[in-house]
């Protein structure tokens, strides 16, 4: 047989069997992808080879808010060389509404435009410029209609997508009555893009029997499958969608990269050639939705000690003009408005603002960072209130013991580590000395402050809507002993086909060289459900673990019958397998499969056990478990500009037993920095017709190099593995890390409050650009110089 793997004789196969297996997991590995990103040799979307006939399709976007549509004249487009085709909303064979969840987010703008960047029609031509010059000669009259731009004003007017929801404990009026002290105030968090190294794109090629391969850059594949069936009029079954990898995700390609595909989709289907729609940077910030900005109203009560007696907290969402995913966004806030803290008696209330802005959408975190910023805020201005260190405060509100670990919608806080994490960093981090320090130092500088804020994490894992909560793989195991795995969860560089490889490496005991992981496809495993609510190792990784343990029993059966066995005497290690009285390489024992006609192909699927939420109660057990994390971060602010800067942060994450070390280090790092970018520089504006303005990396500005620390410390929390049956024990870390940078933004508002010798709080909105810093030390300057009444 043509393609054996050459045997190693038993004194060498023993060798290695004996020595360490160190491709499993638990393992500092590299990124599967690595080498061929830093050499460019990896493939992209855009990267993909140039098909014979390719079309390409440029957006006619709308330049109104809100705005009835009068007449569409295209006939200036075709008078552009290489055009093709103009498309608009009556080209669609089958269903124009391409919502997630439910209708309201149309393909194309049909009567009227709900925001300023709607596509109104697309442009097919041979090349990208002549795309772009024929969707510029298209002439589109419009009646401009009343906008609400303003979350404040559609709240007001009770402008929703979704109703209102309410989660409540206890007696909150009574808790707020009856509280020593008592605290309300409002505040904007602003929005986020998502800023994605590579943009929105799909390349379609049309096939037979009305079939068409989808390549996009997609969270959800499965998503995109059905979308582009429904425009399209046909089954899912004729559509097949390949993703390799992203260049970045980040939520903002769970739900918004269908449209795409279904552009390039019905271009395709229509004209019979391939086509390509590729978004400029402008076209994609305009027409995409972002992190949610939320408006917060809080009313709270608490003791002289600081400890909380009684929440009310408003999270208003800024949802854009329709629903997308802002129902669960909005839920997550809602879950996550107690952050790592006892709320005692609360009600959270959150509201789905209606306005006529691109449709918000996920991101990193969903909606919880915006959940833990409002109670963040709270901390601070108890602690200002109290005159306490604002650490002493949220170390008091941390869950604890019975009758202080239930959440406000009723799930048992349990494997509690706020406090295990708190004490490890205070000593790690020297919080107390530095505190004096930095104390010192302000008293003796009138111009240069500096502030100093510790936070905790506590982020639920799990999707809010259960039935996401499942995932498939398929694993085949070819003669020659190497692996093709496949699984549902997609790469967006943050390592997930690295970790899932490494848990089928450690149940098959092969190096990772032997296993290849292809492109998720909806041709391999179906219905998959997005990577994301940082679930892709733990439900795609369970699965491959399920998948390759089906397999790795079958081989033993094998074994167990040819040398007349037990189970446990067939042992895989490290490439071998060892049976009583000989050592098979695995390539052998794959062989052997084949001969004795042991099926080497398997799918796992699994689910997660146990979780459930009560929508119409407001009460739950929604997540599987929690993460934990600690990040003490360190700014020195120029009081006469607003400028300032990160000058150390020190964190310390849990994740459970790692899977990757290096990856998730990786993964607390960036996800730290993006958590400080959104409450820091990344500022969004629009103008009063609702045109985004900061449409570009001149005016939108990510953190830069510049903005990394000095003194960056990143440690994992040891000897907690996670208590759940998560694959090997451990832990997500997409997300959770995220929220780490709220201690930069708290320690911003610590140096601006030093100004007034921490008796004032600032209350800065978000993000805290050098001009809200500066408005901020003015404030406290303006208080400090009022005469005493």
Request: glycine share 10%; net charge negative; with cysteine.
């Given at each position: 047989m043509s393609g054996n793997p050459v045997s190693l004789d038993e004194q060498a196969l023993k060798t290695q069997f004996l020595n360490t297996f160190d491709q499993g997991v638990g393992r500092r590995q590299k990124h599967e992808s690595a080498d061929n990103q830093?050499?460019?040799?990896?493939?992209?979307?855009?990267?993909?080879?140039?098909?014979?006939?390719?079309?390409?399709?440029?957006p006619v976007l709308s330049e109104h808010a809100h705005a009835r549509i009068l007449s569409v004249d295209t006939d200036a487009c075709y008078q552009v060389p290489g055009v093709v085709r103009v498309f608009s909303w009556q080209d669609v064979p089958g269903e124009l509404d391409i919502g997630p969840l439910a209708p309201g987010d149309p393909l194309f703008a049909k009567d009227t435009v709900e925001y300023h960047g709607q596509v109104v029609l697309t442009v097919a031509a041979e090349t990208q410029e002549a795309a772009r010059a024929g969707a510029l000669a298209a002439v589109i009259r419009y009646q401009p209609l009343d906008a609400v731009l303003d979350v404040e004003e559609a709240l007001a007017r009770e402008l929703y997508v979704e109703a209102p929801h309410v989660q409540q404990r206890g007696d909150i009026a009574k808790a707020l009555d009856t509280a020593p002290r008592r605290i309300s105030g409002q505040f904007h968090i602003g929005g986020q893009e998502h800023f994605y190294l590579e943009g929105q794109i799909a390349v379609v090629q049309p096939g037979e029997d009305n079939q068409v391969q989808v390549w996009s850059s997609t969270q959800h594949p499965t998503e995109v499958?059905?979308?582009v069936a429904s425009v399209l009029g046909v089954s899912m079954n004729k559509v097949t969608v390949d993703m390799r990898r992203m260049g970045g995700g980040f939520g903002g390609k769970e739900t918004q990269a269908a449209g795409i595909a279904c552009h390039a989709a019905l271009a395709a289907s229509l004209t019979g050639k391939p086509v390509k729609m590729r978004l400029s940077r402008r076209d994609d910030m305009r027409i995409t939705g972002k992190r949610h900005p939320f408006f917060v109203r809080y009313d709270v009560g608490f003791t002289t000690e600081g400890i909380l007696h009684g929440v009310h907290i408003d999270l208003a969402a800024n949802c854009g003009y329709s629903l997308d995913l802002s129902g669960s966004i909005c839920d997550r806030a809602m879950f996550h408005a107690d952050n790592a803290y006892y709320l005692g008696d609360a009600r959270i209330t959150g509201y789905r603002c209606r306005t006529n802005l691109a449709s918000n959408t996920a991101y990193r975190g969903f909606g919880g960072p915006q959940g833990m910023v409002a109670i963040e805020q709270i901390m601070d201005r108890i602690a200002r209130e109290c005159g306490l260190d604002p650490l002493v405060v949220r170390q008091r509100n941390f869950y604890g013991a019975p009758g202080r670990d239930m959440t406000h919608y009723g799930q048992q806080v349990t494997h509690n580590l706020a406090e295990v994490l708190a004490s490890q960093l205070v000593d790690s981090a020297r919080y107390a000395e530095r505190r004096a320090d930095i104390a010192t130092f302000n008293r003796n500088n009138p111009v240069l402050k500096r502030g100093l804020a510790m936070t905790p994490v506590k982020f639920g894992i799990s999707f809010t809507s259960s039935f996401l909560n499942q995932a498939g793989a398929l694993i085949l195991i070819y003669t020659d002993g190497t692996v093709q795995l496949n699984h549902?969860?997609?790469?967006?560089?943050?390592?997930?086909?690295?970790?899932?490889?490494?848990?089928?490496?450690?149940?098959?005991?092969?190096?990772?060289?032997?296993?290849?992981?292809?492109?998720?496809?909806?041709?391999?495993?179906?219905?998959?459900?997005?990577?994301?609510?940082?679930?892709?190792?733990?439900?795609?990784?369970?699965?491959?673990?399920?998948?390759?343990?089906?397999?790795?029993?079958?081989?033993?059966?094998?074994?167990?019958?040819?040398?007349?066995?037990?189970?446990?005497?067939?042992?895989?290690?490290?490439?071998?397998?060892?049976v009583p009285g000989k050592h098979y390489a695995f390539a052998e024992v794959a062989a052997l499969g084949w001969l004795n006609q042991v099926p080497l192909s398997a799918t796992g699927f699994y689910k997660v056990p146990g979780i459930h939420y009560d929508r119409a109660a407001g009460k739950g057990s929604p997540f599987y478990y929690f993460s934990w994390g600690m990040a003490c971060a360190e700014v020195l602010v120029d009081t006469l500009t607003g400028e300032y800067r990160l000058l150390r942060a020190?964190?310390?994450?849990?994740?459970?037993?790692?899977?990757?070390?290096?990856?998730?280090?990786?993964?607390?790092?960036?996800?730290?920095?993006?958590?400080?970018?959104?409450?820091?520089?990344?500022?969004?504006?629009?103008?009063?017709?609702?045109?985004?303005?900061?449409?570009?990396?001149?005016?939108?500005?990510?953190?830069?190099?510049?903005?990394?620390?000095?003194?960056?410390?990143?440690?994992?929390?040891?000897?907690?593995?996670?208590?759940?049956?998560?694959?090997?024990?451990?832990?997500?870390?997409?997300?959770?890390?995220?929220?780490?940078?709220?201690?930069?933004?708290?320690?911003?508002?610590?140096?601006?409050?030093?100004?007034?010798?921490?008796?004032?709080?600032?209350?800065?909105?978000?993000?805290?650009?050098?001009?809200?810093?500066?408005?901020?030390?003015?404030?406290?300057?303006?208080?400090?110089?009022?005469?005493?009444?």
């Open positions: 830093v050499s460019g040799k990896a493939t992209y979307v855009d990267d993909r080879l140039i098909l014979p006939g390719m079309l390409y399709l440029c499958q059905k979308l549902g969860g997609t790469e967006m560089g943050q390592g997930l086909n690295t970790k899932v490889a490494q848990v089928v490496a450690q149940v098959l005991q092969i190096p990772l060289s032997a296993i290849q992981v292809t492109p998720a496809s909806t041709g391999k495993v179906p219905n998959t459900s997005p990577t994301a609510a940082s679930s892709g190792a733990d439900l795609n990784g369970k699965a491959a673990e399920i998948a390759a343990q089906t397999l790795k029993q079958r081989l033993t059966d094998m074994l167990c019958g040819l040398h007349q066995c037990t189970a446990g005497e067939v042992v895989f290690h490290n490439g071998v397998v060892q020190d964190i310390l994450h849990d994740v459970g037993d790692s899977l990757n070390p290096a990856l998730d280090i990786g993964q607390i790092e960036g996800g730290f920095i993006q958590g400080a970018g959104w409450l820091t520089t990344e500022e969004l504006c629009w103008d009063k017709n609702g045109r985004l303005l900061t449409d570009g990396p001149m005016s939108y500005k990510i953190p830069a190099i510049s903005d990394i620390p000095p003194d960056l410390s990143v440690n994992l929390l040891e000897n907690h593995p996670n208590p759940q049956q998560t694959v090997f024990r451990s832990k997500a870390v997409g997300e959770p890390p995220f929220m780490l940078g709220i201690a930069v933004w708290c320690a911003l508002q610590d140096a601006i409050a030093s100004v007034a010798e921490y008796r004032l709080h600032p209350s800065l909105d978000a993000p805290a650009t050098p001009e809200r810093v500066l408005w901020g030390v003015m404030a406290m300057q303006e208080a400090c110089n009022e005469p005493t009444r």
